[in-house]
């Protein structure tokens, strides 16, 4: 009796128990799109810190939080995303990118407005919106042109450098609760842009959704997304960070935005941020614009290598260990050499790189950027110090890592002098490549 009441009692205590801890075990992540359980691993960076949180010398001595950089594919549509681990609220309230520091950078928004205006007749009866416009680096050209735009950042430290440029800017977060306000106002979009903001969102069916109520019915969107295929060809596991919560074929953008009454009808492939799609969505309803060619094509092409097969997912996480043994091995050899090191650029990627790797002042004595936000400051997690590019002619290296290898000739070119001293350049990515 005793041993019955103690047997039942325990068993009802530790099943509640086991359930609780099965509970946490098993707690697997659901897809931020489709909903389903994520089980398989896409890439598993280990522990990293927030990529743009930039440290103050009176830092280095305290604690810093570091979260897991585990990438999951989604097995039903083939979403590849990372949990949210940090609030956007916490990561892009006060923030250190500014688009307007990169000079190609500036050029390819330059050419798109004058593609905009010329392709689809943008004028200055039109509404241009742009999501996360960072400082104004793309909508001041349609400013320059007379046309009406509005900016919608939450970064208030980004986004005041793009008032003051006279680019009006909303700092807010987007979503569908925003869309109804501005829709509420009249200010719907004739053209509606987002660069480099949808794998940011942790809420991808609201940003969606919130696109479809603010786009006036002949409307035209238009988004850039670092390409997934090219993120697996050119080993790109840098480009994998807490900001970065999704990363998509167009196969899969598809498949989000039909879901949500937009159809994509034309598509092109861009070689920015290492290989970008740029999208061009309508209302499912608005049949004025035909489906192009391109986009069969790339779905095509994306059938073609993998992308809806998980196997093609799975094999990725192997290359990123040996990439980084590479590397390292290369690192190693030139420092027993007796050669320096230093870095170009302190980009978020560059973060996830140096943390992956573990390479810290052992390796690199420095990193420059040319954002005087960054300079004076430390990088996240290594601690490497940050300081102005002119550092390099002073100290002489004998190699420059670049960090933001997608603008590696734009980087070399502007550092052609250290061949003076013969110094050379260091790729890190697709593999470790030497620049003579
Ligand atoms: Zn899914």
Partial sequence: MLLERKNSGITAEEKERLKIREGTATNNPTCRFCGSLLHHNFADLGMSPLCENYLESSQLTQME???????YVCERCFLVQLEEYVSPVEIFTEYAYFSSYSDSWLQHVKN????MI?????????HVVELASNDGYLLQYFVQKGIPVLGVEPAANVAKAAIEKG??????FFGEKLALELANEGKYADLLIGNNV???VPDLNGF?????VLLKPNGIITIEFPHLMQLVDGNQFDTIYHEHFSYFSFITVESVFAAHGLTIFDVEELSTHGGSLRIYARHTEDTSKSVSKRVTGLKDKEKTVGITHLEYYNSFAEKVRETKRKLLEFLVRIKQEGKSIVGYGAPG???TLLNYCGIRTDFIDYTVDRNPYKQGKFTPGTHIPIYHPDRIKETHPDYVLILPWNLKEEIMDQLAYIREWEGKFI???PAVKIYS
Avoid: W
């Fill in 112 to 115: 798109y407005t004058d593609m």
């Fill in 427 to 429: 790729v890190p990515i």
């Fill in 349 to 351: 990627k560059g973060n």
């Fill in 208 to 212: 969606v959704k919130g696109m479809k």
């Fill in 167 to 172: 680019v009006p800017t909303l700092i807010k």
């Fill in 118 to 126: 010329e392709r689809f007749g943008i004028n200055p009866h039109s």
């Fill in 65 to 71: 939080p570091f979260f897991p950089l585990h990438v």
């Fill in 198 to 200: 949808l794998a940011q």
